[in-house]
Nanobody
Framework: QVQLVESGGGLVQPGGSLRLSCAVS????????VGWYRQAPGKQRELVAG???????NYANAVKGRFTISRDNAKNTVYLQMDSLEPEDTAVYYC?????????WGQGTQVTVSS
């Protein structure tokens, strides 16, 4: 059974930083595109950042310049470094792994930005 286990969420003050990690139990992790999505209360789930097998990245406009996605294929792990956090970043953050034929989701980790 494939598992995506997120960690690193929590409560942080505006302007602070958090680093999310997602460990993926896929032997073929390196061929998957992986990404982070988020869902705030009353809103639809949205893509925050993605990274392709070749390490090309893409970001939502709202987080460009503040968030950085990276992956370590040797550790089957994807990271999301979040800096200059804003209250609007408050949401449950989900890890996603996608190939041409399959897609997996993590359970989510809560990020709350508040003073």
């Amino acid at each position: 059974q494939v598992q995506l286990v997120e960690s690193g969420g929590g409560l942080v003050q505006p302007g602070g930083s958090l680093r999310l990690s997602c460990a993926v139990s896929l032997i073929t992790f390196s061929i998957y595109a992986v990404g982070w999505y988020r869902q705030a209360p009353g809103k639809q789930r949205e893509l925050v950042a993605g990274i392709a097998p070749g390490h090309n990245t893409n970001y939502a406009n709202a987080v460009k310049g503040r968030f950085t996605i990276s992956r370590d294929n040797a550790k089957n792990t994807v990271y999301l470094q979040m800096d200059s956090l804003e209250p609007e970043d408050t949401a449950v953050y989900y890890c996603n792994a996608k190939s041409l034929t399959t897609e997996y989701w993590g359970q989510g980790t809560q990020v709350t930005v508040s003073s």
